[in-house]
């Protein structure tokens, strides 16, 4: 087991996440990119801020690629067999009337 804080919308803390898993296991046979969020919880699409929209969309779109971009490459190069998952909030696949799911609107 290996725990390392990232922040998976700055590209270099995904980069040092792979850096720390290579040091640490040799390989990366397995990748399970998951990463999301909400918002603000009392606010719907209109009224949540730009800022929290960016946080958003850092997070569970950009966090997402940063790691692709980031384990891929190196997978890749690695050769064998190798797994991705990517995995995505239900909640994408409908809508709600609460507020809380303004990002997925």
Same mark, same amino acid.
């Given at each position: 087991m290996l725990?390392?804080?990232a922040d998976v919308r700055r $590209?270099? $803390?995904? &980069? !040092?996440?792979? #850096?720390?898993c290579? %040091? #640490?296991f040799g390989t990366v046979d397995l990748f399970f990119n998951n990463a999301g969020v909400?918002? $603000?919880c009392d606010k719907g699409v209109l009224s949540s801020s730009a !800022? %929290?929209? #960016?946080w958003v969309l850092d997070t569970n779109v950009m966090g997402i690629i940063h790691g692709m971009q980031a384990f891929v490459?190196?997978?890749?190069? $690695?050769g064998g067999e190798k797994h991705i998952v990517n995995t995505a909030s239900a909640a994408g696949l409908y809508s &709600?009337? #609460?507020a809380t799911m303004a990002p997925y609107v």
């Open positions: 725990c390392v804080p $590209e270099e $803390e995904v &980069q !040092a996440l792979l #850096r720390s290579k %040091t #640490r909400i918002g $603000e !800022a %929290t929209w #960016r490459p190196e997978m890749e190069a $690695e &709600q009337p #609460r």
